[in-house]
């Protein structure tokens, strides 16, 4: 199964609070991966203002605020 990518900065605010809205929902159920935008050039040309981004299977999932009733919706999609 492929992880859920969030796309963040170091010492964005919002993206800390998406994290921490976010992890204790997915916890246990769905891998996660923190890119941080800033590492890789078409990273940051594709997320730069966008940040945070929350991606699965490469589609954007949810952005800032946190949108729950997708993130369960993908999880309830899960097999």
């Known amino acids: 199964m492929q992880p859920l990518r969030i796309y963040s900065r170091q010492g964005c ?4 609070v998406l994290i921490e809205e976010l992890l204790p929902i997915i916890r246990g159920r769905l891998a996660t991966e923190i890119c941080d935008i800033d590492s890789r050039p078409d990273w940051r040309a594709e997320y730069d203002t966008r940040v ?3 991606e699965y299977a490469g589609a954007v999932v949810s952005e800032f605020p946190l949108d729950r009733p997708a ?3 993908l999880l309830e999609s899960l097999p």
Do not use: D, G, K
């Open 13 to 16: 605010h919002l993206c800390e």
């Open 71 to 73: 993130i369960t919706a």
């Open 52 to 54: 945070p981004v929350v």
